[in-house]
């Protein structure tokens, strides 16, 4: 599958539009970018593989699990040869116990229809996940 139809003013587009969705609470518009066959890997390391798995991996978060929650954008990258953007952005949340906040970013690869076919987080952490990996 080729990103042809993808340039890089679409591809930050869609990117801004995806986080707005997120900042609006707005679970249905969010969901809407991503492609049927989509996967989400976690900042946690868990991976979510489908549209319906993914929206249950989101849903604690905009019920309100963790607060009321905003992405405020640092940085974006856009590589439109791949279709692939990279968004750094500082979560804000609003707790019971006062406001906090975390930095980290995504990586999202877009089809060539504008849908999102992965989204990768990762997270700022004091301590590192380490995954067992091939011996090189």
């Known amino acids: 599958m080729t990103t042809d139809a993808l340039d890089a003013a679409t591809l930050r587009r869609l990117t ?6 997120f900042n609006a609470n707005d679970l249905d518009g969010m969901m809407a970018f991503f492609a049927e066959d989509a996967v989400y890997y976690q900042h946690d ?3 979510a593989k489908g549209i319906a798995a993914i929206r249950a991996a989101f849903e604690p978060q905009f019920e309100g699990a963790f607060g009321k929650m905003a992405f405020i954008q640092d940085d974006l990258f856009v590589d439109a040869e791949t279709g692939k953007t990279m968004v750094s952005w500082l979560c804000t949340l609003e707790t019971k116990r006062g406001a906090a906040g975390w930095r980290g970013l995504d990586l999202l690869h877009f ?7 992965a989204k990768l987080t990762y997270g700022k952490a ?3 996940r380490l995954d067992t990996v091939a011996a090189t």
């Open 45 to 47: 390391g868990e991976l």
């Open 16 to 21: 801004l539009e995806f986080t707005e969705k």
């Open 111 to 117: 089809d060539a229809d504008g849908k999102i076919v």
């Open 126 to 128: 004091k301590a590192l």
